[in-house]
């Protein structure tokens, strides 16, 4: 949540639903399996200091499980070896646009 008042900008973050999120990345076969989370996440939240005289702003933020990265697909694909370090697997993330 992030809230305006006349000297500045404050913002707070609240968890609704964390889980942990697992991995299930195959870096060798460049594969994931999307069997350790649900295809739906409900939650329900109350802002407890709400006020109708405080301007706000509300956005969702998630988590996807991790998968491949580009890398792990070329390095499958090509059979090649990629440099030491270099990433394998990302974990996307998204923002709401705010309410």
């Known amino acids: 949540m992030t809230w305006l008042c006349p000297m500045a900008t404050r913002s707070t973050w609240t968890d609704v639903a964390r889980r942990p999120v697992g991995n299930t990345v195959?870096?060798?076969?460049?594969?994931?399996?999307?069997?350790?989370?649900?295809?739906?996440?409900?939650?329900?939240?109350?802002?407890?200091a709400f006020s109708v005289k405080e301007s706000a702003l509300y956005y969702v933020r998630v988590i996807e499980i991790p998968t491949p990265r580009w890398t792990a697909c070329d390095t499958k694909f090509f059979n090649v070896k990629m440099p030491e370090g270099t990433k394998t697997q990302l974990q996307?993330?998204?923002?709401?646009?705010?309410?």
């Open 26 to 48: 195959d870096i060798p076969n460049a594969t994931w399996s999307n069997s350790i989370s649900s295809p739906y996440l409900v939650g329900y939240w109350k802002d407890p």
């Open 92 to 99: 996307e993330r998204a923002f709401t646009s705010q309410i």
